[in-house]
């Protein structure tokens, strides 16, 4: 709505132009946002870390994929965690309780995590001793999309409780994402979810995007995942 | 809401440039939002008047010129508009596109007294 006259919808911003003097400034809104993230990505670069940046509706399993996959690999790989939720430290609870190095950020009411949040939040990590740094974005499938954080990529959690054309939904997201991982595969049998629709809606939003489908309780597709992680670290520490 | 982080990005760059500048007030803000940016104009405006409280953009004006997505095949070179991300070539069908607007989101410009 306008806030000059109270008229919707946005387009009638047209009134008598104030007589002043014009000022050209031509700067990115989100530029603050993508210096900082910047700085993280020359942190990181520094420290050889690769930093993946899970994003997905709220309840999609992103927490649970991160237990299992720090439980598997953590004798193997050295691993901190930033979690983001707009309240409570629960879910840093939970990846603490795994023996990883976890830090809460609690955006109040923000819907996403920004480069400024990782840049204080990896404060609390000797990033030297850390190869793979995981941070779980706010449950949300719109505003993360916009928020370079500094990372290596994005990977967008979707379940199979959800709607199979969530990628044409949330565009954005899955064409920013550099992997799609397709979770709870052990509950497709009692649902109506195509999974090959699902395939087919990612890969016409973004045609580079990799697929892994897993689920955390029968195991399947897990060891795909993990490869996943070990050759995108190999590449990172070329 | 991540409408008011952007907005208040806004204030603080027509801010930092009014003072830049001598300026005793901002009358007005010229903002560039392209129809794919993530961002709903409508929210712009409705956090833009709690944003400017206070500042030298107190009472200024937010003007909002939504910029129209488009894009170039990359296989027969046509150039069509967009309404969303998911585009086909309207001559030959390909989804081998690039964008070549509507991303935007920038502060264009400003009118200062």
Same mark, same amino acid.
């Given at each position: 709505m306008c806030i000059d006259c109270g008229c919707a919808p946005a387009e009638h911003h047209h009134h008598d132009a104030p007589k002043g003097k014009k000022i050209t400034i031509e700067e990115d809104l989100l530029a603050k946002?993508?210096?900082?993230?910047?700085?993280?990505?020359?942190l990181f670069q520094q420290h050889a870390l690769l930093v993946l940046?899970?994003?997905?509706?709220?309840?999609?399993?992103k927490t649970t994929i991160l237990e299992t996959t720090l439980t598997d690999l953590q004798s193997e790989l050295a691993f901190a965690v930033l979690e983001g939720d707009q309240q409570t430290s629960n879910d840093a609870d939970r990846i603490a309780a795994t023996g990883v190095p976890a830090h809460q950020i609690n955006t109040g009411a923000g819907c996403h995590l920004d480069a400024h949040m990782v840049?204080?939040?990896?404060?609390?990590?000797?990033?030297?001793a850390t190869d793979i740094l995981m941070i779980e974005n706010v449950g949300n499938l719109v505003c993360p999309a916009s928020f370079?954080?500094?990372?290596?990529?994005?990977?967008?959690?979707?379940?199979?409780?959800?709607?199979?054309?969530?990628?044409?939904?949330?565009?954005?997201?899955?064409?920013?994402?550099?992997?799609?991982?397709?979770?709870?595969?052990?509950?497709?049998?009692?649902?109506?979810?195509?999974?090959?629709?699902c395939r087919e809606y990612a890969k016409r939003?973004?045609?580079?995007?990799?697929?892994?489908?897993?689920?955390?309780?029968?195991?399947d597709g897990l060891e795909r995942w993990y490869d996943w992680l070990r050759s995108r670290l190999t590449k990172k520490k070329l | 809401m991540h409408e008011l982080g952007i907005t208040q990005s806004i204030v603080e760059i027509a801010e930092r440039t009014a003072r830049e500048q001598h300026a005793a007030k901002?009358?007005?803000?010229?903002?560039?939002?392209?129809?794919?940016?993530?961002v709903v104009p409508e929210a712009l405006d409705f956090c833009f008047e709690a944003c400017s409280n206070g500042t030298l953009l107190e009472g200024a004006q937010l003007l909002?010129?939504?910029?129209?997505? +488009?894009?170039? +095949?990359?296989?027969?070179?046509?150039?069509?508009?967009?309404?969303?991300?998911?585009?086909?070539?309207?001559?030959?069908?390909?989804?081998? +596109?690039?964008?070549?607007?509507?991303?935007?989101?920038?502060?264009?410009?400003?009118?200062?007294?």
């Amino acid at each position: 709505m306008c806030i000059d006259c109270g008229c919707a919808p946005a387009e009638h911003h047209h009134h008598d132009a104030p007589k002043g003097k014009k000022i050209t400034i031509e700067e990115d809104l989100l530029a603050k946002n993508n210096r900082l993230a910047q700085r993280n990505r020359a942190l990181f670069q520094q420290h050889a870390l690769l930093v993946l940046n899970l994003v997905s509706s709220p309840g999609s399993g992103k927490t649970t994929i991160l237990e299992t996959t720090l439980t598997d690999l953590q004798s193997e790989l050295a691993f901190a965690v930033l979690e983001g939720d707009q309240q409570t430290s629960n879910d840093a609870d939970r990846i603490a309780a795994t023996g990883v190095p976890a830090h809460q950020i609690n955006t109040g009411a923000g819907c996403h995590l920004d480069a400024h949040m990782v840049g204080h939040g990896v404060e609390h990590f000797d990033l030297d001793a850390t190869d793979i740094l995981m941070i779980e974005n706010v449950g949300n499938l719109v505003c993360p999309a916009s928020f370079d954080l500094g990372e290596d990529a994005k990977v967008a959690v979707l379940s199979v409780t959800e709607g199979e054309d969530k990628p044409l939904k949330y565009p954005q997201m899955f064409r920013a994402s550099n992997l799609m991982l397709i979770n709870k595969m052990d509950l497709l049998p009692f649902l109506r979810f195509d999974l090959e629709k699902c395939r087919e809606y990612a890969k016409r939003v973004n045609p580079q995007i990799e697929i892994i489908e897993l689920s955390c309780y029968s195991r399947d597709g897990l060891e795909r995942w993990y490869d996943w992680l070990r050759s995108r670290l190999t590449k990172k520490k070329l | 809401m991540h409408e008011l982080g952007i907005t208040q990005s806004i204030v603080e760059i027509a801010e930092r440039t009014a003072r830049e500048q001598h300026a005793a007030k901002v009358l007005s803000v010229t903002v560039e939002v392209g129809s794919l940016s993530g961002v709903v104009p409508e929210a712009l405006d409705f956090c833009f008047e709690a944003c400017s409280n206070g500042t030298l953009l107190e009472g200024a004006q937010l003007l909002i010129e939504r910029i129209a997505a +488009c894009a170039r +095949c990359l296989d027969c070179g046509r150039e069509f508009p967009l309404d969303q991300l998911l585009a086909c070539c309207p001559v030959c069908d390909s989804a081998a +596109c690039e964008l070549l607007a509507g991303e935007e989101l920038r502060i264009k410009e400003m009118e200062i007294d």
